[in-house]
């Protein structure tokens, strides 16, 4: 988004809604219904196997088709995705990291597609490209869980889609660093802005090593590095933490890349406000939530969002509807269209309390940027385990302060008497739902597109990208031949994991601080000994992510709480299959096992586990489940054989753990 002269009015930033559901098509009408209602960027949001590389006949993708986005398996489905849409004119933001550089082939290849029915010059089209990806691997490891290579061959495919862009879709925001998940993974503003500043450092270093890009052209990727981040409900500790952002951002673009110009060094970023914040007891809480966040990042003009894309008021009850996610963006609207924000300068400049905030911030980020370099950078810090164990601690601190009253939640631990809410009046379908015909849809159409392409074709395109990935060229067009040749998603990714590998994250879990001193762990940790002594045996608990689902925060909270009142703890980390949940509860004997499912795949994996355990012989092994479950779902799964559903207003730990030491007793025949 152009910045404006000082004199004049600021003009609205990029008014986005995060969305994609069930199917290109479905997902296409949805996004022209939002234009027209005066959405002004894309912002696809893609479902999980997509996001880690499967495609809908995997077996891992089994519950995820079309749940939490839109499925995009090859160039046939890119092409419905955006019918109608002419992609030169269009701004569009897709949600994709591991797999960036595959989507990015296919949305490329389906807009000279667009050139050439037109009679258009297809490198002016691709010229006038505009958007980004958000291709952050790094918070990947730290938060949201859907990475699929190591480290150094993910930073690889990052720098050389940054090269291939700057050279050729100069418009194209190559990458999107997030501070966003960092935030809702535990950050304090300080770490967001530290973690998300090491990350840019990695990045922009390994383009600057690579040799692709000449040194009299890093200013040209600096202005092309754009932020995603998170406003909390602190609207103005999150306000001073975008000044500080700014600030160091200018700072270090000049100091460590030599860029001259103030207008590449500007913090280009967007925003998503804090949709783990919302809550779903009394969601109707949620909209003033939603605009006091909305503020955090519009309020001070020089450290203004430039695109925005708010969460619906029901977003922990489920998928929104349609006309939730209007409201949304109306909300954008009236703050942009009716008030007078943007016809001033800086209202924040001068005061003392706002920059004292600024500079309590900056000085933490410079000090944890320092630490984080001295141990060899952010790659090295995830592989470590050092900045997760982090985000793991501050987010145990975090919660505590919720369960002992420090922090307020209106109508969680406060206030909690209510009303009923017509917004959730009986008969109305308060969320969107997903036809499991979806699924069979997809899997029906995948394999039908895999006997209509030239599969020689395929097997030649992969065979060279498998080939190039194996030295150090640049990866970009051999992937742009695959998508035109129409490989799947699935098999672009497995001929990469065959090169590179898979990875799997530290968790965090065995670094993070312990819960001493809390009456309630010390009262529950006295019952766990008891039920010990009266087995035999230590207590343990398998903690478990089944499916695709890699936003881990609370399954790690759970297995920090866990240990902390005296169980032992299992816990493998994200993305395992019911069977291996399953293998693992009977290898390591566990009394009870806790799966942790957000993505809506619950009723497909976890009456799989409760299955698998009656067929291992262990079908006296307890299972719970967490999750943004609706209460019919929960209905559903208690009826299959799950013996306890929490969601997001079950937030004390410590009680959720001295209900699984009365489950266990009340299994083992224990009074």
Not at 126 to 152: C, H, M, V, W
């Amino acid at each position: 988004m152009p910045y404006p002269t000082d004199r004049e009015r600021d003009r609205p930033w990029v008014m986005r809604t995060y969305a994609g559901h069930s199917s290109a098509a479905a997902s296409n009408e949805l996004y022209r219904r939002n234009l027209a209602k005066g959405q002004t960027g894309l912002s696809v949001a893609f479902d999980l196997p997509t996001q880690t590389g499967y495609d809908p006949d995997h077996q891992l993708s089994r519950g995820e088709v079309g749940k939490v986005g839109v499925p995009v398996s090859h160039i046939g489905d890119m092409r419905r995705l955006f019918e109608g849409i002419p992609l030169a004119e269009a701004n569009t933001s897709m949600t994709i990291n591991a797999p960036a550089m595959w989507l990015l082939a296919l949305y490329v290849s389906v807009a000279r597609e667009q050139a050439e029915a037109e009679g258009r010059d297809v490198d002016e089209v691709l010229a006038k490209l505009t958007g980004t990806t958000q291709n952050d691997i790094i918070k990947e490891y730290l938060s949201r869980g859907t990475y699929i290579f190591p480290p150094g061959p993910s930073l690889r495919l990052i720098t050389d889609m940054i090269a291939w862009t700057v050279h050729h879709v100069p418009k194209w925001n190559p990458i999107n660093i997030c501070s966003y998940h960092l935030q809702e993974a535990g950050a304090t503003p300080t770490q967001e802005v530290a973690y998300a500043l090491c990350t840019a450092i990695a990045v922009l270093d390994a383009v600057r090593d690579s040799g692709q890009v000449d040194a009299a052209d890093m200013a040209k990727v600096v202005a092309r590095i754009s932020f995603f981040v998170n406003a909390g409900v602190r609207f103005v500790e999150e306000m001073s933490k975008m000044r500080a952002f700014t600030a160091l951002w200018d700072e270090l673009t000049r100091d460590r890349y030599g860029v001259t110009d103030p207008k590449a060094r500007r913090l280009r970023y967007g925003v998503q406000v804090n949709s783990l914040g919302l809550t779903e007891a009394q969601p109707e809480n949620n909209v003033q939530r939603i605009v006091l966040e909305m503020l955090a990042v519009s309020l001070s003009r020089g450290a203004r969002a430039r695109a925005i894309q708010l969460p619906a008021w029901n977003e922990a009850l489920g998928l929104p509807r349609p006309w939730d996610q209007q409201w949304a963006l109306r909300m954008q609207q009236v703050l942009a269209f009716e008030t007078d924000l943007l016809e001033y300068e800086d209202i924040f400049d001068g005061s003392h309390v706002i920059q004292a905030k600024v500079d309590e911030i900056m000085t933490g980020a410079r000090e944890e940027i320092a630490r984080v370099q001295d141990l060899g950078g952010a790659v090295a810090a995830v592989e470590s385990g050092y900045m997760k164990s982090q985000l793991v601690a501050s987010l145990a601190e975090y919660r505590r302060g919720m369960e002992n009253g420090e922090r307020v939640l209106v109508g969680v631990n406060k206030f909690e008497t209510t009303e009923p809410s017509p917004l959730q009046a009986e008969g109305a379908k308060a969320i969107e739902t997903i036809d499991p015909a979806v699924e069979k849809a997809a899997v029906t159409a995948i394999e039908e597109w895999r006997t209509q392409r030239d599969n020689d074709a395929v097997e030649r395109s992969l065979a060279a990208l498998k080939e190039r990935a194996r030295t150090t060229e640049n990866l970009f067009e051999a992937t742009v031949d695959c998508a035109r040749a129409g490989v799947t998603t699935g098999e672009w990714s497995g001929a990469l994991r065959e090169v590179f590998g898979e990875y799997r994250a530290p968790t965090g879990v065995s670094a993070s601080a312990a819960g001493g001193g809390d009456p309630g762990i010390e009262r529950v940790r006295s019952r766990v000994r008891e039920t010990e002594a009266e087995l035999g045996e230590r207590l343990r608990i398998l903690v478990g992510k089944p499916g695709l689902d890699g936003h881990s925060n609370g399954a790690e909270q759970v297995a920090v709480r866990a240990r902390d009142v005296g169980f032992e703890v299992v816990y493998q980390g994200i993305r395992l299959t019911p069977e291996q949940i399953v293998a693992a509860a009977v290898q390591e004997g566990v009394h009870v096992v806790g799966l942790s499912v957000l993505s809506g795949s619950h009723l497909e994996v976890v009456p799989n586990v409760v299955d698998g355990l009656r067929a291992a012989g262990a079908g006296d092994v307890p299972v719970i489940v967490g999750g943004i479950i609706p209460p019919d779902d929960a209905a559903l799964l208690t009826e299959r054989g799950i013996a306890r559903v929490f969601t997001p207003k079950d937030y004390e730990l410590t009680e959720i753990m001295d209900g699984i030491v009365s489950l266990v007793r009340e299994r083992n025949g224990l009074s």
